[in-house]
């Protein structure tokens, strides 16, 4: 167990992605799956130490194999573990992961498991460690927490903790339907927590859906507290708004074979980038060089199948730099 509190906090689900073996088909018709360790979270975790940064993670897992197998990923990966809460009764969450010739992937069901019958879903407000909250620098959280009344509060106390400390707060929008009971109350409780918000990451539909725009610009005047926002567009690049400076990086050109876990390998990157810098940008071309940083991490991700497997480290991203 890591004793030193993390530089990163990240909040939110430990999952299996259960990658379907048979490319576009629909859940019923896929004959096989390999389960990979995931949930976008762990992931940022497991990436951001990858690169050096210390991380941990705050999640709820089941006390079975299945959360047993998740706890050891973490260990192997020296992310810090003391906050991880085990629930004594629900399973520990595992989603089926659908996915094209192309690589892309969509997040089908549960199997016969309701999606708010999982051990993520009641992560334990009053468990969390809030010395960790005085002297980590960023909280990483996403929004599947806000879907469920335990979890949500459980959020929300890291949120304000986090305020109160001065760390830096990046959200990951992580839009995934058919992780909430009832979707419809999504985009108000995500709007709910924004002025709580520095940072914010989202996909291309994601900005689209919760803001009704692609430019992170309008989105950041709408939000005049947010110090980044960074919309990525899979092959298409990312559009971002960091600190007053405006711009695109284009993707790298990579023959992707499973595109799970490559924005949280782009969000890890980014934050890492954040730390060294000490969150101070002081030039477009710093934005830029850190995005490009990320973006390469994001890419390197999509050429080995699962999250946390296919992370990339130091050296590989700055390999790829090197070669473009």
């Not at 167990?1 to 990163?8: C, K, L, N, R, W």
């Not at 995931?38 to 990436?47: D, E, I, Y």
């Not at 629900?90 to 659908?98: A, E, F, I, Y």
């Amino acid at each position: 167990m890591t004793a030193q509190a993390p530089t990163v906090i990240c909040l939110g689900e430990m999952l299996w992605d259960c990658l379907a073996n048979d490319r576009d088909l629909p859940a019923e018709q896929v004959q096989s799956w390999t389960p990979w360790p995931g949930g976008a979270p762990a992931n940022v975790a497991t990436a951001l130490v990858k690169l050096g940064v210390q991380s941990g993670l705050i999640t709820c897992l089941g006390s079975d194999p299945e959360g047993d197998r998740l706890f050891q990923v973490l260990q192997d990966n020296g992310v810090a573990i003391a906050a991880v809460q085990r629930h004594p009764r629900l399973p520990t969450r595992q989603v089926q992961v659908l996915r094209t010739a192309q690589g892309d992937r969509q997040f089908g069901g549960f199997g016969a498991i309701a999606c708010d019958q999982f051990a993520d879903t009641e992560l334990q407000a009053e468990q969390l460690p809030q010395a960790w909250f005085r002297l980590a620098k960023v909280l990483c959280l996403g929004t599947i927490p806000l879907a469920y009344p335990s979890s949500a509060i459980a959020a929300q106390q890291a949120l304000t903790w986090a305020n109160q400390q001065g760390m830096t707060v990046l959200l990951d929008v992580n839009w995934r339907p058919s992780f909430w009971p009832d979707p419809s109350l999504a985009p108000d409780r995500i709007r709910a927590i924004l002025p709580q918000i520095q940072q914010l990451k989202l996909a291309r539909e994601e900005a689209e859906w919760l803001f009704d725009t692609v430019d992170p610009a309008t989105i950041q005047a709408r939000q005049p507290q947010l110090q980044a926002v960074l919309i990525t567009d899979g092959d298409r690049g990312c559009h971002y708004w960091v600190a007053g400076w405006q711009g695109h990086c284009p993707s790298f050109p990579v023959k992707a074979i499973d595109t799970t876990g490559a924005g949280d390998a782009f969000v890890a990157a980014w934050l890492a980038q954040n730390t060294q810098m000490d969150f101070q940008w002081t030039s477009a071309e710093q934005v830029q060089t850190a995005i490009r940083w990320a973006s390469a991490a994001g890419a390197l991700t999509t050429l080995n199948p699962g999250a946390i497997a296919a992370q990339p480290t130091s050296d590989a991203i700055q390999s790829l730099l090197s070669k473009t």
